[in-house]
């Protein structure tokens, strides 16, 4: 048994998911608009947020809520914060290319302390707690025993915005590309990020993210025994956007090399 917090938040994913998998029988007839260059929202994403924001408020009506689509909602001030992403991989998911994820994170304070991602495709639910553990579908789940960059696998976010940075992620990436297993590029943060935590990627970077994006994945790496920080090797990627993750060893190996290349010196 989760903790109140946690199952509720179970509660609302589920729901997402339910919303998800009706919609994707029928992804022809779904409204879509261009939010930005290369950036959609359906209404299936907000219908997503709306039934998450429901169950949510409903146990938790003191809350404040951080939705892609809506914002923030809620008391102005609270102690806690719900970190929502209705559709994370919206892209992959209007294409019917089957990786996307419901991602909810709850934070306390500056501490995200609850994480739910859930891949209605898979039928798969990554949830961890802080000080508890990370789990897929109830076990226990852990980081790869990976050591050598050149044995791992590693994910990546392809930059796809017009003020991305391509000339410093293509630099990162020609070198891992010699001195990795490969790399991997899926379309959705958080089941990336849930990967690292399950062992089936040694590690992950990518620009340019919003706290949605990131916020669960991030918990479920640590709490899988992984490291998470920002380029510079600080933890404020749920603000600067920037994320590097993966096994202690792999992490180390990591980290140098997208630091130097996007011009942060350690």
């Known amino acids: 048994m989760g903790s109140p917090m946690l199952n509720t938040a179970l509660k609302a994913a589920r729901a997402a998911c339910t919303i998800l998998n009706r919609a994707?029988?029928?992804?022809?007839?779904?409204?879509?608009?261009?939010?930005?260059?290369?950036d959609f929202v359906s209404e299936?994403?907000?219908?997503?947020?709306?039934?998450?924001?429901?169950?949510?408020?409903?146990?938790?009506?003191?809350?404040?809520?951080l939705g892609e689509e809506n914002g923030v909602i809620g008391p102005q001030k609270s102690e806690f914060q719900w970190i929502?992403?209705?559709?994370?991989?919206?892209?992959?998911?209007?294409?019917?290319f089957p990786q996307y994820a419901v991602s909810i994170a709850l934070k306390r304070g500056d501490e995200i302390i609850e994480a739910v991602v859930a891949d209605p495709v898979k039928?798969?639910?990554?949830?961890?707690?802080?000080?508890?553990?990370?789990?897929l579908n109830g076990r226990r789940i852990?980081?790869?025993?990976?050591?050598?960059?050149?044995?791992?696998?590693?994910?990546?976010?392809?930059?796809?915005?017009?003020?991305?940075?391509?000339?410093?992620?293509?630099?990162v990436f020609g070198e891992l590309a010699k001195t990795t297993s490969g790399i991997r590029r899926a379309g959705a943060?958080?089941?990336?990020?849930?990967?690292?935590?399950?062992?089936?990627?040694?590690?992950?970077?990518?620009?340019?993210?919003?706290?949605?994006?990131?916020?669960?994945?991030?918990?479920?790496?640590?709490?899988?025994?992984?490291?998470?920080?920002?380029?510079?090797?600080?933890?404020?990627?749920?603000?600067?956007?920037?994320?590097v993750a993966g096994t202690p060893k792999v992490f180390g190996q990591l980290l140098p090399v997208v630091n130097k290349n996007y011009g942060y010196i350690r």
């Open 24 to 38: 994707a029988d029928n992804l022809s007839t779904l409204e879509v608009h261009k939010k930005g260059h290369s």
């Open 44 to 65: 299936a994403d907000v219908a997503c947020e709306r039934a998450i924001v429901e169950v949510l408020r409903e146990a938790y009506p003191r809350h404040q809520i």
């Open 84 to 96: 929502i992403d209705p559709i994370d991989g919206t892209t992959n998911f209007l294409h019917g």
């Open 123 to 135: 039928n798969e639910i990554f949830t961890a707690t802080r000080g508890v553990g990370a789990f």
């Open 142 to 171: 852990r980081v790869s025993k990976r050591t050598a960059l050149a044995e791992s696998l590693i994910g990546a976010g392809f930059p796809f915005r017009k003020n991305d940075n391509v000339e410093a992620f293509m630099k």
């Open 189 to 243: 943060a958080s089941l990336d990020l849930a990967y690292v935590a399950a062992g089936r990627l040694d590690a992950f970077w990518e620009p340019n993210l919003k706290a949605w994006d990131i916020a669960a994945g991030a918990l479920l790496v640590l709490e899988a025994g992984g490291l998470v920080t920002d380029f510079k090797g600080e933890s404020d990627y749920l603000t600067t956007g920037q994320i």
